[in-house]
């Protein structure tokens, strides 16, 4: 199980989206207090450019890129979750079923936290373990993720983080299982990111996450290209930082998830999980073969099912946030 994310970085574009539930096609997760039709997503773009996206829809023009984006990755073999947080009101919209999925990397935001809470508490963190954390935010290294999970408490990590967050969907796993087997929705997801960007953690935490997850490497520390999702649809957004993930083959499918924030004051926040068959062009020695890249056993960096399943990803971020034209 590997996860890991691309690099863009601050720059020509700042996205600003507003989202609002009332008359959205989307399920609502969570409603708030916020009794606007519009659900826009709008740009400003540096004049220099001209392959920054113009964007701009009302709400009935995102509900339907939401769709369409579910209905692109259904075309292709994968079952789509998207959920997308406008923190500034407070609004949130889902796209497909909001169930519990593997969190694969993305259980090292959980790790991260708690190794950080209880150095708030005065327990010792040493200068070693806050490499470790360095290494598993950036650059997502497994190692870090397990010697840190052993040391600090294993489920109960997962178990103090959905505690603290109310995380209603969020289980550890056995104790005898992985971290990366710990389960999760995309509606908690987006909650612990809006804790964690609202001081729902220690001030210093906070800013050691978000400066860590706004530093993301192109490739992992075993060269997986992590440039999936959020990073490839978004050019040179305001202030983005993204946690991925990916494993297979939980149900004998691949799980790659593109989850973070962006905009001026870290103001939207978007998951995306995508469940997508394991899918070999006939070109391709494995096709028909029925074999399965289980990645806590295969290197998937060139596997061409896992390239697959990126584009799907890529391509599902593009259309909801109206990028996909720059393809």
Same mark, same amino acid.
């Given at each position: 199980?590997?996860?890991?994310?691309?690099?863009?970085?601050?720059?020509?574009?700042?996205?600003?989206?507003?989202? !609002?539930?009332?008359?959205?096609?989307? #399920?609502?997760?969570?409603?708030?207090?916020?009794?606007?039709?519009?659900?826009?997503?709008?740009?400003?773009?540096?004049?220099?450019?001209? #392959?920054?996206?113009?964007?701009?829809?009302?709400?009935?023009?995102?509900?339907?890129?939401?769709?369409?984006?579910?209905?692109?990755?259904?075309?292709?073999?994968?079952?789509?979750?998207?959920?997308?947080?406008?923190?500034?009101?407070?609004?949130?919209?889902?796209?497909?079923?909001?169930?519990?999925?593997?969190?694969?990397?993305?259980?090292?935001?959980?790790?991260?936290?708690?190794?950080?809470?209880?150095?708030?508490?005065?327990?010792?963190?040493? &200068?070693?373990?806050?490499?470790?954390?360095?290494?598993?935010?950036?650059?997502?290294?497994?190692? !870090? !993720?397990?010697?840190?999970?052993?040391? =600090?408490?294993?489920?109960?990590?997962?178990?103090?983080?959905?505690?603290?967050?109310?995380?209603?969907?969020?289980?550890? *796993?056995?104790?005898?299982?992985?971290?990366?087997?710990?389960?999760?929705?995309?509606?908690?997801?987006?909650?612990?990111? &809006?804790?964690?960007?609202?001081?729902?953690?220690?001030?210093?935490?906070?800013?050691?996450?978000?400066?860590?997850?706004?530093?993301?490497?192109?490739?992992?520390?075993?060269? =997986?290209?992590?440039?999936?999702?959020? *990073?490839? @649809?978004?050019?040179? *957004?305001?202030?983005?930082?993204?946690?991925?993930?990916?494993?297979?083959?939980?149900?004998?499918?691949?799980?790659?998830?593109?989850?973070?924030?962006?905009?001026?004051?870290?103001?939207?926040?978007?998951?995306?999980?995508?469940?997508?068959?394991? /899918?070999?062009? $006939?070109?391709?020695?494995?096709?028909?073969?029925?074999?399965? *890249?289980?990645? @806590?056993? =295969?290197?998937? /960096?060139?596997?061409?099912?896992?390239?697959?399943?990126?584009?799907?990803?890529?391509?599902?971020? $593009?259309?909801?946030?109206?990028? #996909?034209?720059?393809?």
């Amino acid at each position: 199980m590997k996860c890991r994310r691309g690099r863009a970085r601050s720059g020509a574009m700042m996205l600003f989206v507003a989202v !609002a539930l009332v008359g959205s096609g989307c #399920d609502s997760i969570q409603p708030q207090s916020v009794a606007h039709e519009t659900l826009a997503l709008g740009s400003a773009v540096d004049s220099d450019r001209d #392959d920054s996206p113009d964007i701009l829809v009302g709400a009935a023009g995102f509900s339907d890129r939401i769709d369409s984006a579910v209905a692109l990755a259904a075309d292709r073999r994968a079952r789509l979750t998207v959920a997308v947080l406008d923190r500034e009101t407070g609004a949130r919209v889902l796209g497909g079923a909001d169930e519990p999925f593997e969190t694969a990397s993305t259980v090292k935001l959980f790790i991260a936290e708690e190794v950080l809470r209880q150095q708030a508490l005065q327990e010792s963190v040493s &200068d070693d373990d806050h490499e470790l954390i360095r290494a598993m935010l950036r650059s997502s290294d497994d190692s !870090a !993720a397990t010697v840190l999970w052993e040391a =600090y408490g294993g489920p109960e990590i997962v178990e103090e983080v959905a505690e603290r967050h109310a995380l209603t969907g969020t289980a550890a *796993p056995d104790q005898e299982s992985w971290w990366w087997n710990t389960t999760t929705t995309a509606s908690d997801l987006l909650t612990w990111y &809006d804790d964690l960007l609202s001081s729902g953690a220690t001030e210093q935490a906070a800013a050691r996450i978000v400066g860590h997850l706004s530093e993301y490497t192109d490739r992992g520390v075993d060269g =997986y290209d992590q440039r999936f999702g959020l *990073p490839s @649809a978004l050019v040179d *957004p305001a202030d983005l930082g993204v946690k991925q993930g990916w494993m297979c083959c939980p149900g004998e499918e691949w799980l790659h998830l593109s989850t973070g924030f962006f905009g001026e004051d870290h103001r939207f926040v978007v998951v995306i999980a995508a469940r997508e068959e394991v /899918t070999y062009d $006939e070109s391709d020695p494995l096709y028909g073969t029925g074999f399965l *890249p289980d990645t @806590a056993l =295969y290197d998937a /960096t060139t596997d061409s099912s896992a390239q697959h399943a990126r584009e799907t990803v890529t391509m599902a971020a $593009e259309t909801i946030l109206g990028t #996909d034209h720059q393809r």
